[in-house]
């Protein structure tokens, strides 16, 4: 998808520029119900923290989910294992341009995915993501376990992991 450049306003070019060590341009923007901004450059999201804004490389984005009803873009960070997502909820009236931006950059993270039966159909998602500007960048990996299995059933996590390395080294990443 190709985005048209566009005028941002100074607060949200600055914003981008200081979180990302003058390094990035804004390909997309869109400001939030309270006045302020979200934006995403070709390397990553700027999601807000406090008066400022925090850099988010699109590895490091799940998912994310709009609520038309809500008005409510949410944007959900990977974690480690075992931990809750990390979830910002963005109000707006509508993601437009920004939300085909954040969908296409998550998209272009993921490198490989793969379901991983571990006990009948149920398994284990892996994920391995790059950040999609730099050719170069490292792999990170993840699994997310399939609803109805639990963690702390007997040998699962080590099934996963082991699940996990045959894809790394199916790969070579």
């Known amino acids: ?23 990035e341009e804004v390909l997309a923007a869109v400001q939030l119900a309270d006045g302020g901004w979200v934006a995403g450059s070709r390397a990553a999201v700027f ?11 699109w ?6 989910a709009w609520d038309a009803d809500a008005s409510v873009l949410r944007v959900f960070e990977t974690t480690a294992f075992g931990t809750p997502l990390n979830v910002t909820e963005l109000a707006v009236e509508d993601p437009g341009r920004f939300g085909q931006l954040l969908r296409e950059r998550v998209d272009a993270s993921v490198l490989v995915q793969r379901h991983v039966p571990l006990v009948g159909k149920k398994g284990v998602r892996i994920v391995g993501r790059r950040n999609p500007a730099e050719r170069d960048a490292a792999v990170t990996w993840n699994f997310v376990l399939d609803k109805g299995l639990e963690p702390d ?4 996590i080590e099934a996963a992991e082991g699940a996990l390395r045959a894809v790394r080294e199916e790969f070579g990443i």
């Open 1 to 23: 998808m190709r985005f048209r450049r566009t005028a941002w306003p100074a607060e949200v070019v600055e914003s981008v520029r200081v979180a990302a060590g003058g390094k």
């Open 153 to 156: 059933r007997p040998g699962l």
């Open 47 to 57: 999601l807000p923290d406090g008066d400022k804004l925090r850099r988010v490389g």
């Open 59 to 64: 590895e490091a984005i799940e998912r994310a």
